[in-house]
């Protein structure tokens, strides 16, 4: 085990938890910015030539918020799950003199997989406010992308109303623009009693269903304990460096902007996808709009999959559940050979 910069690294991820084993961090530069990912090699019943699985977090987030993940999806082909700029435990840096924004966090994508001279075909998946990053990033790179899985995806929302679409054209604008330089200073100043508030939460509850169970849905207390600790571990490096909270107030207004103000421009962006894309959520999710996921998927070679009893924690609350959709999706949208029903 080492520790360096924001987040603990380690040669063999085994030595944090054994379900982790063959999980190794790696470290490259992109534009002169050092980055930590976790890399897997596929396991021994991967089929061959199976594509490499590209995990993109939420925004400010870490290649181990879903580590859990990655066992199961080595059962598919290797995987790389990648810190992204401006994480707040993790180890990459900020390119970004005014903050993280899902287009810039999709250019960086395509730059790292250059960096990584990743020449076999990707499937990339994006998590949450990741779930655009990666979808904009298949744009720039069509020719490394295979296909797509976004789980819960912050989307374009329906707008239900004329008011409604005037209000955020409108009001909207002036949150969304003012909002982030006030909440960066905020956030700078009291970060640290959040970071502690949240970290008792999850400690006296002895899992994660301490954050807010009602808003992530779901049963979060089947999140492994290891990740939960992981998990931890990330909220005591952001509270001994609060300056990274800042990036935060952006990353979340790029996709408040993204979600309800530049709908259009977002919609037009999601419709120049040109491989398959899978929609993962789960119904009992209460941050997405399962209504409006379900019109995005109606583009030609989408595919949604509502999962059962899930929340918006569904890529480490169900890893099982949602590497079976993934080898399903392989099969039968992208014609894979060596990735049929599981038996």
């Known amino acids: 085990m080492r520790r360096k910069g924001y987040t603990v690294r380690y040669d063999d991820w085994a030595a944090r938890s054994q379900q982790w084993a063959g999980l190794r961090s790696v470290s490259t530069s992109v534009c002169g910015v050092p980055v930590h990912y976790v890399r897997a090699e596929p396991a021994s019943t991967a089929p061959p030539d199976a594509p490499v699985h590209l995990l993109v977090p ?22 790389i799950s990648v810190d992204v700029p401006g994480t707040i435990a993790g180890h990459t840096g900020d390119l970004y003199r005014h903050g993280p924004r899902a287009d810039l966090d999709a250019r960086f994508v ?20 990741g ?36 209000g955020w054209q409108t009001l909207g604008r002036l949150v969304v623009a003012a909002g982030p330089p006030t909440t960066r200073i905020i956030l700078r100043l009291t970060g640290g009693r959040i970071l502690d508030a949240k970290r ?27 990740q939960v600790e992981l998990w931890l571990d990330g909220l005591e490096a952001a509270r001994e460096h609060p300056e990274r909270l ?4 952006t990353a979340f207004a790029s996709i408040v902007k993204a979600m309800f103000i530049t709908q259009r ?7 120049c996808v040109r491989v398959p894309v899978l929609v993962l959520w789960g119904r009992d999710d209460h941050i997405v709009d399962p209504t409006s996921l379900m019109q995005h998927a109606r583009r030609p070679g989408w595919t949604p999959r509502p999962i059962d009893d899930v929340g918006h924690l569904l890529p480490v609350e169900a890893p099982d559940l949602y590497a ?20």
């Open 324 to 343: 079976q959709a993934v080898r399903w999706w392989l099969a039968d949208s992208l014609g894979m050979p060596g990735f049929g029903s599981p038996t």
């Open 200 to 226: 008792t939460a999850i400690t006296n509850a002895g899992s994660i269903s301490g954050l807010r169970t009602g808003l992530v849905g779901g049963n979060p207390a089947r999140v492994s304990r290891a």
């Open 131 to 166: 779930g655009l990053v990666a979808a904009l990033a298949a744009t720039i790179m069509p020719e490394n992308t295979l296909g797509v899985v976004l789980a819960a995806p912050t989307l374009p929302w329906r707008r239900t109303s004329l008011a409604e679409a005037l």
């Open 110 to 129: 395509a730059a790292f997989v250059r960096q990584l001279r990743l020449e076999s075909q990707l499937v990339l998946h994006g998590w949450s406010m």
């Open 246 to 249: 800042g990036g935060t107030a």
């Open 58 to 79: 939420p925004m400010t987030g870490s290649a181990s918020m879903w580590i859990d993940l990655v066992p199961h999806l080595r059962r598919l082909g290797p995987v």
């Open 265 to 271: 421009q977002t919609n037009e962006a999601l419709d």
